[in-house]
């Protein structure tokens, strides 16, 4: 049997090395009569082959796919007074800060400012529309694409999806459109569409505002199953599921039916990192505090997760990063006119108390990858996020654990997917 991959087997392979977290970009690569993402037999969004693939088009997807390249800020938007933090990058501002509009912080995942500033955006007719996620219409515990083009479309968007979504699904279309907007998305959704950026040249054209949030990671779609098991539901009788938000972070609301159900954030994700169960790629993040974006916004728990006694009748603020010039003046601008409330500035190490698992995976990132050389493994390229020059300050008995840790994993099949067929209820 010939070792030379065909093109399928390469794009199969990001999804069987638990590289792909289902952002949809191959799919408007390749064109959705050629590669469908869609929900797969292990209930998570991956990539399916439905017509013959060329060298040529996976090359092309392999240089976008947030699952094989990762890269920093574009070095055009660094300016010479932008400071750069090792653990945090780049940034020209950290504050404290909530969405002005009390509706709009109390509806938000944390304080609502992503919410906030996505309908300051359209308000303020600096874009005219917003790209991002909202519930799925049809899988309880996704997130869909979702347009907004007024403030009551963002506000239906606002909250956390924890579970697998993909924004980027047919960003061709959004591009035809021909109008400016806002892009809001998990970091390495920020990734994949500066990366595609290369491959088409309106994305910098009409692109005006790239928002992040800073994540941990995503849901598994096996531990929302353990999660409704564990607070007796039947999964399959699940027809709503609204993770957070309506307070800080609100509860975490199940729908069967006519039934609703509230449980506490901890009950989903429990009590501190150790318990997140997360998709392999995301135990490898590189960049999981979006580091090209103009502005990431994150909770500002001290350790990283709420209290049960913490969050009764927290309304919620959230630490914004503003790393662009575009980001600075966005905030700044959005304050003026009273879309959010700055509480007052930090600094990184002050991100770094309310993100310490955050710290901890930035300084294990390029160990880990060096596990997946050593396996043999697809080997993220990853550009101006100072992994080695972070791993370079451990203890080399840190780094070998980590190395060592990755390697293992993946030898007792902890890291592998199986090849994605198309899910059948
Ligand atoms: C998977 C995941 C992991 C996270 N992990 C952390 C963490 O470790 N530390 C931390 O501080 N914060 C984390 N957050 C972010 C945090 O929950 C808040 O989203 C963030 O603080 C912004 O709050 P907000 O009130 O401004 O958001 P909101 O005003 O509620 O706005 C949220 C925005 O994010 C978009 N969005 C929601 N879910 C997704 C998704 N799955 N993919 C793409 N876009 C989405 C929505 O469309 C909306 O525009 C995570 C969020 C997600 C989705
Ligand atoms: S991460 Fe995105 S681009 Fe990469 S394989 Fe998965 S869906 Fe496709
Ligand atoms: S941890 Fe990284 S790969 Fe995982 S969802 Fe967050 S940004 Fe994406």
């Not at 199953?225 to 199940?254: E, H, N, S, W």
């Not at 710290?359 to 697809?378: E, S």
Request: net charge negative; glycine share 10%.
């Amino acid at each position: 049997m010939s070792d030379v991959q065909t093109p399928t087997e390469r794009l199969y392979a990001i999804v069987e090395q638990g590289l792909c977290i289902g952002c949809g970009l191959c799919q408007s690569v390749a064109g959705k009569d050629r590669v469908r993402v869609t929900k797969t037999l292990n209930g998570y969004l991956a990539p399916v082959v439905e017509a013959e693939l060329d060298d040529e088009t996976v090359d092309r997807i392999y240089a976008v796919c947030p699952g094989t390249r990762i890269e920093g800020l574009p070095e055009r938007l660094v300016e010479g007074d932008t400071h750069q933090d090792n653990v945090w990058g780049p940034w020209r501002r950290m504050v404290r800060a909530w969405a002005g509009d009390p509706e709009i912080r109390f509806e938000g995942s944390t304080g609502g400012v992503l919410t906030a500033l996505g309908v300051y955006l359209l308000e303020s007719k600096r874009v005219d529309f917003i790209l991002h996620v909202k519930t799925s219409s049809t899988e309880p515990s996704f997130g869909e694409r979702a347009l907004s083009f007024s403030e009551a479309d963002v506000i239906e968007a606002a909250g956390s999806r924890y579970g697998p979504a993909a924004p980027l699904n047919n960003i061709g279309e959004v591009l035809d459109r021909n109008q400016p907007f806002a892009f809001i998305g998990k970091p390495c959704d920020i990734s994949a569409l500066r990366n595609y950026a290369k491959q088409d040249e309106r994305v910098d054209k009409l692109v005006k505002y790239w928002l992040t949030l800073v994540c941990g990671g995503y849901g598994t779609p096996q531990g929302t199953i353990a999660f409704y098991k564990r607070m007796g539901i039947v999964p399959d009788q699940v027809t709503g599921l609204r993770y957070r938000g309506r307070g800080c972070p609100g509860p975490t609301r199940v729908e069967t039916g006519n039934k609703a159900q509230e449980f506490h954030y901890i009950d989903y994700w429990g009590e501190d990192e150790t318990t997140w169960q997360l998709p392999f790629r995301c135990k490898i993040c590189p960049d999981a505090i979006g580091e090209a974006a103009d502005v990431a916004a994150l909770d500002t728990w001290v350790g990283g997760s709420p209290t049960r006694e913490g969050s009764v009748d927290d309304p919620g603020t959230n630490a914004i990063i503003a790393r662009t010039v575009a980001g600075e003046e966005l905030i700044a601008a959005a304050a003026a006119d009273g879309a959010l409330t700055l509480e007052y500035d930090i600094v990184p190490d002050t991100v770094s108390v309310y993100q310490p698992h955050q710290v901890n995976k930035k300084y294990a990132a390029w160990a880990r990858h060096q596990g997946l050389k050593d396996a043999g493994r697809i080997v993220p390229q990853t550009e101006r996020l100072r992994i080695a020059e972070l791993a370079q300050e451990l203890p080399d008995a840190s780094n070998q654990f980590q190395r060592e840790g990755t390697r293992k994993r993946i030898e007792i099949g902890k890291a592998t997917e199986p090849t994605p067929e198309t899910w059948k209820p």
